[in-house]
């Protein structure tokens, strides 16, 4: 993992191919995560993602990708209570996020807005990276919550400092302790999206932290690049064609007009997976629980049999591609069974993915080198300019 990797000149004489986008260029070793879209496959610090998203707490899958192994039931203790102490957020953030619900920004606007006044906070500042990693990643949630509830003319609430990290933000969302089903179910999913290999954001937070810059300004990057819509995705879509289905003896029809108008399926297909997202696997089986027992059940039948559908007629229509369901659609049913405005969708999935951006963080400041990929130049040459 530390092998060294001969310099590129700085007067650029090497001749190294371009690659647009930089698509299957290695620019980083990781010991954090492993995608095979081939086979379906995610490891999370070496755990199958079925194997560990439902059975871990979120402080322990942040002490697993931080530390490299997972914690001791007193180091488990340790760090939960630590991340417990720092979720109040310093009352200049307040301030902004008051701004923010006055100007009535998008929240993931919000969240970065927030996000970037965090150096205010203790040790978030701190050029130690996991003490600076744990105001950020305690603090994310309450500006989220904290936001939400202001734009809706509410006041904010104050963290329960004897809850757990996910429980902790359906309180500060909803105002009361939340009932164990739907804890679960958060739970399970930041799990399952804590890290997705060397995706646009997290190759944002590596490329600032490599510079020297600190950690606020990494993962504030990082939720900047999780904005833009062709990485953070589109889960909120996914469960509005469900409604729009409304039945499912209407799948067929409506989905089959879609296709014929060369629609896009949402929740279907994805740039690395060619089978089914291991991710929607363990998602399917979160909101199957949580629609048993904490929400509407016929919800959830009728989007299992809208992916039925979905998948068949894909695989009819396009029989040499591998269009199955993707993270995005049972991410949609789920946090929608845990009432979550859809524009809460990607600030949550940002709360879950800060802990994989900082460890790696961590990992990159480890190799001590700084990210300065080449371009190359495609302009004219011999101008000159004229007095």
């Known amino acids: ?44 610090a070496g755990y199958p993602v079925e194997g560990l998203a439902p059975a871990a707490t979120f402080e322990e899958v942040a002490y697993l990708l931080w530390h490299g192994e997972g914690p001791t039931p007193e180091q488990l203790a ?14 200049a953030t307040m301030d902004v996020l008051r701004a923010a619900a006055i100007a009535n920004v998008p929240a993931m606007d919000a969240l970065r807005l927030g996000a970037g006044t965090l150096s205010l906070s203790g040790t978030a500042g701190s050029a130690d990276l996991r003490a600076a990693g744990l105001p950020i990643l305690a603090q994310l949630p309450t500006i989220v919550a904290a936001y939400w509830r202001l734009r809706q003319g509410l006041e904010a609430v104050a963290p329960h400092p004897a809850l757990g990290h996910a429980a902790n933000y359906l309180y500060m969302l909803f105002g009361g302790e939340p009932p164990a089903e739907r804890v679960r179910g958060l739970e399970t999913y930041l799990n399952t999206v804590v890290d997705h290999g060397l995706n646009a954001s997290t190759f944002t937070a590596r490329v600032i932290i490599s510079t020297g810059s600190d950690l606020v300004s990494a993962v504030t990057g ?43 399926l949402m929740g279907f297909g ?17 909101a199957e629980r949580l629609f048993r027992n904490e929400a ?35 991410t949609a049913l789920l946090l929608h069974g845990l009432e979550l405005p ?33 371009s190359e130049y495609v302009g004219e040459r011999g101008k000159r300019w004229a007095n």
């Not at 589109?234 to 089959?256: C, K, N, Q, T, W």
């Open 1 to 44: 993992m530390d092998k060294t990797v001969p310099a590129v000149p700085e007067n650029g004489t090497t001749h190294a191919a371009y690659v647009p986008g930089l698509e299957g260029v290695v620019a980083a070793q990781t010991r954090l995560s492993h995608v095979d879209g081939e086979a379906g496959e995610l490891l999370i």
């Open 78 to 91: 340790e760090f939960s209570h630590a991340l417990a102490g720092q979720r109040e957020l310093p009352e």
């Open 222 to 264: 990082a939720i900047g690049a999780l904005k833009g819509p062709l990485h953070g995705g589109a889960p909120g879509p996914a469960l509005d064609m469900v409604f729009e289905i409304g039945e499912a003896s209407r799948a067929e029809e409506v989905l089959r007009a879609k296709l014929g108008r060369r629609e896009r």
């Open 270 to 286: 994805h740039r690395i997976y060619k089978v089914r997202d291991p991710r929607a696997d363990v998602l399917a089986a979160a």
């Open 296 to 330: 509407d059940r016929a919800l959830y039948d009728l989007a299992r049999a809208v992916e039925d559908v979905a998948v068949r007629l894909l695989a009819e229509r396009y029989p040499q591609h591998r269009y199955k369901t993707n993270v995005e659609f049972y």
């Open 342 to 374: 859809t524009e809460l969708f990607s600030p949550t999935f940002a709360i879950s993915r800060a802990a994989g951006w900082i460890a790696h963080c961590l990992e990159q400041q480890a190799t001590k080198r700084i990210i300065r990929p080449q």
